[in-house]
């Protein structure tokens, strides 16, 4: 990949982390004061593989937990993952209307614990103010106060960490402050939250009590226009990235909502899975060998999440890819 340079900025490919054999289907990214990477799964193809993944940044598996099921500590749909500042991680399902809650500080010594840290569950279904339907992305503000998106209800709510409701705004709609399914969200630097606002085809921003500021990206197809965007991450310069679920792609804006650059995936090396399993699988590697193309595999196919770490890297799940591609942000020389 080459990189891209913009107003100061240099945006790079950095690594691939994951493959079939970790992931299923990741739809949700999280990150905790060590800078350990959970990946939420929520597919399967043929064999179910539901649960979150504890990563180091470099692809080493350090556990994993949740699993697929109705039970206490399992998930049916979920959505978003949230680690706290304790090191509790929370994962929303928007099939059971529920925010579960587990102790991500376990010894896992890579093993998969299925519901052995699971703590306790908040949430109750329907449309009145404290109810759930249908949560998404979910985030924790300075407090540690947690905003939701609720697509059924097309509002975002804010719960206490045990689930006491505190506020919610929005209604369906198109206008200013306005919802359609909204999707994933964030808190910056100084406490304001962005939505993205998958059924309107924009990123909204708002004050941390609700009340609207600005909005930015327009249906479109072209650069900085946005198709179903799922989900949104501010770095600490208050640079805006967005994965565009609908075409493949990410884009990113400056604070202003200025648009900067264009991601669509430049996947070219293999994660260390990847190689791994080609070393073990001789017949696989030589049937590789023979493609002479690899382009369509390096792009984005269906981002879904995003995150960012304070040292400049940028998260991205790409899920139908099966995979976490990565990118790095530097100040350009």
Request: proline share 2%; glycine share 14%.
């Amino acid at each position: 990949m080459e990189a891209i340079s913009t107003r100061g900025r240099v945006f790079r490919y950095s690594h691939t982390i994951g493959n079939v054999s970790l992931f299923r289907y990741p739809v949700g990214l999280g990150l905790d004061a060590d800078n350990n990477l959970y990946v939420l799964n929520r597919g399967h193809d043929g064999d179910w593989i539901f649960g979150v993944n504890k990563m180091t940044v470099d692809e080493g598996l350090l556990g994993k937990f949740g699993g697929n099921g109705e039970s206490d500590g399992r998930f049916l749909w979920p959505t978003s993952i949230v680690v706290d500042g304790a090191g509790l991680a929370y994962v929303a399902d928007e099939w059971l209307n529920r925010i579960s809650v587990y102790d991500a500080t376990v010894e896992f010594n890579g093993a998969d614990i299925a519901e052995g840290n699971y703590l306790r569950k908040w949430g109750a279904a329907g449309s009145e103010e404290g109810q759930l339907n249908a949560p998404a992305g979910m985030a924790l503000d300075e407090a540690e106060d947690l905003y939701i998106s609720e697509q059924g209800n097309h509002r975002v709510s804010k719960f206490t960490r045990d689930g006491r409701f505190l506020m919610s705004f929005g209604s369906e709609g198109s206008g200013a402050g306005e919802f359609r399914k909204p999707w994933g969200l964030t808190v910056d630097g100084q406490g304001c939250l962005y939505v993205a606002d998958w059924g309107n085809h924009r990123v909204q921003k708002f004050t941390a009590g609700g009340e609207y500021l600005a909005s930015f990206g327009a249906p479109g197809s072209g650069a900085g226009e946005l198709n179903l965007p799922s989900d949104v991450a501010v770095d600490e310069d208050g640079d805006v990235y967005v994965t565009d679920w609908g075409r493949d792609k990410v884009e990113v804006y400056d604070a202003g909502g200025g648009h900067l650059a264009s991601l669509y995936g430049d996947a070219e090396n293999l994660s260390k899975r990847s190689r791994e399993y080609l070393e073990l699988n001789i017949a696989d590697n030589e049937k590789r060998q023979m493609v002479t193309n690899f382009e369509p595999e390096f792009r984005f196919t269906m981002p879904t999440a995003v995150e960012v770490d304070g040292q400049g890297r940028i998260f991205i799940a790409d899920s139908a890819r099966l995979r976490v591609q990565v990118y790095r942000k530097d100040a350009q020389g």
